[in-house]
């Protein structure tokens, strides 16, 4: 399948020098929207064979939809059988489902598949003697080390909690967090364009601990506040630090995606409370596995505390396989050969391969904008590149388009509106994780999007 | 085991009768006393062989904490690395941690065993064609049919949210059931003496939809409300009915204890919003899996809502685990030898054994006592019965015992305080379901409590 991307980048970079020296470009576009139509046509007649388990992914469609999309899983799920196979299939990129990843765990076969009789993990507990008692030693052991592998946190002196996912660690950083007699919420804020779930996750119980404030580049408010930042930044993708910088300020960093498949990893992060995530580092998004790395006591016994009120610790299960996916992950940067495949190189490229793809389609539609970004070195990969996010940050660059999201579901592609992101509608978030077929159909669609 | 705990019962029956016949009180208890210890020291020997990978349970003690049982998991987990080997090590029983179900399973051997390959569940989703989206179908196809098995709830025309463990779900059916735009918050109330955890998951986050109204027997406010029907109840073990019973009421019922081992199946209930889960059914709380029936789509589609808000679904690889284990559960009830024993019978046997000794050593210390429950005929095992609950509900009979958890704390038996779940002090919950090693202890120096 690679060979496959790096042919079409080559045409596409054929193409691209023909653009400068023959100028006949109205010309050029029919034939390379007629080429790269072709293209990617044998890419996915190829990947057909390979993801024949995955049809379940773009299934039947009755009809589409026309309520506008929502940042809500609900309605994505819905969207997703409403399909239709073939041209007008609808291509559904709205949330960042990772099954990209499914490609190379299973090349790695077995390594990681993992055996639990049933007489296992029945009690509550997994370590008591440990803050957090729900937290699997092997889990918090494969955490550290691949952190130290990786380069990408420091574990030492800090405690680590784990989390039905990094969305549990949230809001139980919230919780830890908020002073507990205050006469009014703690503002919870974060710059624009920040993740769409943290206003509805924030507020949808309407605590009276914690609120959402908006976009930190205008809160103004006095007093104590907790700000989010999220580095690399769901959904632009760019490398963040905090903006407000008030003396009051609590910083939560959520480094879901500071990993090498996508951003140079500069220096080990340091911070007073992190969060990971195996949905966004390995793609088990199902194994609903998170982690924080905490550095103040208090504040790891009060997370603590809230994910036993909350749902009296965390799957034994998925933290035992996620200690061995982590493990396996591990084990493929360290050696060379004999590991297999290294994880991280992997999945680099696979994006870098779908980030050219990205790029080249909105160069020939000439109707989008993505973000560039400046390249950096990696001390993990041990060179320099550019970002190449997990989400593509995609504007509408049409005059009389406002509303992008709405523009791309006409055109059966499913994204997600700026405005769940505290930005303009002329944005839409893109997730670049999908499984190849539909990626692939995806950036096939978007380049033949043409002005009207 | 069995049959030393049949031996166990023989012998107090034997001495039972002795009581009446010879009269000779004292005397008889001194040697009653000698004798209980020496068969349960005995049944302890014999254990420690099967259960000797269980010796984390009860480990080293340093010195006994002074601070006050809590119904904190976290000063569980601390209290139990405080134990102390021996005689005068500390017998935890303050929270119901389902370890007792460990000897059914291993007796199982593999008929439970999953094997989970490293590329399965990557996807968030299970069933995009549920409302549930992250309901993995193998694991609600279990659910149906092993209620039908038991006959302890209809399931039919009813949806099923899966949540990480029912804790989570009965904060997705307060949501659920709260009104979102009430000028004040919906009172939450249950019947003294009601589940511990309720008021504090109730109020953790001081949320503006719903609030902890307290016990449901003194509740006069007029208006909505929503009441927690536990049945049978935690910590009594009283089969429940709604109390407060006005036109306004929303019911959940909590049924997390309505199954065959504790208590006499009587009919399929039939509620519009019902909670288990496969800590207290299968013994599996590590899965942290429960299950809610829900008679309306649009609370079905709220709890969902709440689900994906809190944790963006239910770890897959529990699911997947908890269908197998009902499975193996449903085929044990269904064909005589070749499954397997009945899993309902055999631990609805060991729980009968318990009771039968916990209430002999009450009778025999004199200074406590335990509900009495009268019979019911059960559809299930065909035959009368008494509940003989998870926990029991044991006061302090002794007038100058007021605060019942501390007198015990003192004899080294960690329970939970009557006033946590709303009640006078003089009473305490004990878990029923910790390995025979520890609860045998109990009963044990239980017994040899006199007055002083």
């Known amino acids: 399948m690679l060979c496959f991307g790096t042919l079409v980048l080559k045409f596409f970079r054929e193409m691209g020098k023909i653009f400068h020296v023959v100028s006949l470009k109205h010309l050029l576009l029919v034939s390379i929207a007629l080429n790269v139509s072709l293209i990617l046509r044998v890419i996915n007649i190829s990947e057909k064979k390979i993801l024949h388990s995955n049809s379940a992914h773009v299934s039947k469609n009755i009809h589409l ?25 609808v291509i559904n990129l709205d949330h960042g489902d990772p099954t990209m990843y499914e490609k190379y765990w299973q090349q790695e076969g077995d390594k990681t598949t993992i055996v639990i009789p049933g007489w296992q993990s029945l009690s509550y507990f997994s370590d008591v003697s440990n803050i957090c008692w729900f937290l699997e030693p092997e889990f ?21 909690v784990v989390g039905t996912g990094s969305t549990q660690l949230f809001q139980a950083a919230l919780y830890a ?15 624009a364009p920040y993740y769409s779930s943290y206003p509805s996750i ?103 505390k809230y ?30 050969s004999s590991e297999g495949e290294n994880f991280f190189e992997f999945s680099h490229n696979q994006l870098a391969t779908r980030w050219e793809l990205l790029r080249l389609a909105v160069q020939k539609s000439g109707q989008f904008s993505v973000p560039e970004f400046a390249p950096q070195f990696c001390t993990f990969l041990g060179r320099d590149f550019k970002p190449q996010p997990a989400f593509a940050w995609l504007k509408c660059e049409q005059e009389e388009v406002n509303d992008c999201e709405s523009f791309l579901r ?23 994780l999908d499984r190849d077929q539909n990626y692939n159909l995806f950036v096939e669609r978007l380049s033949s999007i043409f002005s009207s």
């Not at 550290?144 to 680590?160: D, F, P, Q, S």
């Open 202 to 304: 924030t507020d949808c119980l309407k605590s009276g601990l914690y609120k959402w404030a908006g976009d930190a580049h205008s809160f103004k408010k006095e007093g104590p506040y907790i700000e989010l930042v999220t580095s690399p930044n769901n959904p632009d993708g760019f490398v963040r630090q905090s903006v407000v910088n008030r003396s009051e300020g609590i910083l939560v960093h959520d480094l879901a995606y500071y990993w090498p498949q996508y951003t140079s990893i500069s220096f080990p992060a340091d911070h007073d409370l992190m969060l990971f995530t195996v949905s966004k580092s390995t793609g088990h998004a199902g194994m609903r596995i998170g982690w924080a790395i905490v550095k103040d006591t208090e504040v790891a016994k009060k997370m603590t």
């Open 307 to 336: 994910i036993e009120l909350n749902t009296i610790g965390v799957s034994k299960d998925s933290q035992l396989r996620a200690a061995k996916v982590l493990k396996v992950v591990s084990n493929s940067c360290e050696s060379s």
């Open 140 to 160: 918090a052991k494969e955490v550290v080390r691949l952190h130290k592998v990786v380069g990408n946190a420091i574990t030492e002196n800090h405690h680590i």
């Open 410 to 432: 006409s055109k059966k592609i499913l994204t997600r509106s700026g405005k769940h992101f505290g930005f303009s509608p002329k944005y839409v978030r893109i997730s670049m």
């Open 65 to 89: 939809s026309s309520s506008p999309s929502s940042s809500s899983l609900t309605s994505f799920a819905n969207a997703r059988i409403e399909a239709q196979d073939g041209e007008e299939r």
């Open 177 to 191: 967090l908020s002073p507990q007699d205050a006469l009014e919420p703690i503002s919870v804020v974060s710059a």
